[in-house]
């Protein structure tokens, strides 16, 4: 994996990039969700960089994509993925997308229709203005003090045992997490940001159809707000196929790697 720079307005993007299995073949862009880092999908890139093309960044703000301005919104963050797939040539990009990266996703998609040949969502949930109420909009907007004042060893356990189940995905997490140790402020911004960008995405009640082949994931003991709801309904409305991981949370492939890794390979397989 290679690591790169994509500046933008706001600040730089960090990603890393494997290309050698040529541009015309398929290219797994992975985008860990919110808070989280490349780090998240460590399992995924080991598994698929000896078969597939892979990416992989640090969404804007995060980890070694700082300093950042919180100026933009979801449609700039996909936006931005683009402008960086175009860069590099990425002629068949999948998106795997992670809780807010599978936000992302939807939004590239719904930017880019022709463009994204897959799409696989791992405990993320839809983006339609249809799928939520009122209040969950109006508490998105509003999480940063929470996320500020709420002391830092609680959060830190609530963000580590509180999204995988496995030793593995709370390592991993608590290893993430500790990048924003002894700056909260950042971490409360970042979080609260991030809901705030997709609360205003969903009040934009734009379509957000997934037009290509795409698979729904999602861990059976995913606790992170509503995600089991949402992937129920999100399964029922669309059709899309879903698939329920035993004795994983909201990180699934980190807790269950190889049940994901393979669900994945499927879905670029029928491609």
């Not at 993007?13 to 998240?40: K, S, V």
């Not at 997934?210 to 994931?217: D, E, G, T, V």
Request: hydrophobic content about 40%; proline content about 5%; some cysteine.
């Amino acid at each position: 994996m290679e690591e790169k720079v994509y500046k933008t307005i706001c600040g730089e993007i960090h990603y890393w990039i494997n290309m050698e299995h040529g541009l015309e073949n398929p290219t797994l862009i992975f985008l860990p969700g919110l808070t989280a880092d490349h780090r998240l999908f460590d399992k995924q890139i080991a598994y698929f960089e000896e078969k597939y093309n892979v990416f992989v960044w640090d969404a804007p703000g995060h980890a070694k994509s700082w300093p950042f301005a919180f100026t933009f919104s979801l449609m700039d963050k996909a936006k931005w993925l683009d402008e960086i797939l175009c860069s590099e040539n990425i002629q068949c990009p999948i998106i795997i997308g992670q809780s807010m990266g599978g936000y992302v996703g939807q939004a590239y998609s719904e930017l880019y229709p022709d463009k994204l040949k897959g799409f696989v969502s791992i405990d993320s949930a839809p983006l339609q203005r249809s799928y939520v109420t009122g209040i969950e909009l109006w508490l998105l907007k509003r999480m940063e003090p929470v996320y500020r004042y709420y002391p830092w060893k609680s959060l830190l356990k609530i963000g580590t045992n509180g999204v995988a189940m496995s030793e593995y995905g709370r390592n991993v997490m608590h290893e993430i997490m500790m990048t924003y140790d002894g700056d909260q402020k950042r971490y409360a911004k970042i979080s609260g940001h991030g809901f705030k960008i997709l609360a205003e995405a969903m009040e934009a009640n734009l379509p957000y159809k997934i037009k290509c082949p795409a698979q729904l994931i999602c861990g059976e003991k995913d606790h992170a707000g509503s995600c089991i709801r949402y992937n129920k309904a999100w399964h029922k409305k669309s059709g899309i196929p879903i698939a329920w991981i035993k004795n994983a949370g909201h990180n699934s492939n980190t807790d269950a790697p190889e049940e994901v890794n393979s669900l994945i390979e499927k879905l670029v397989n029928k491609l």
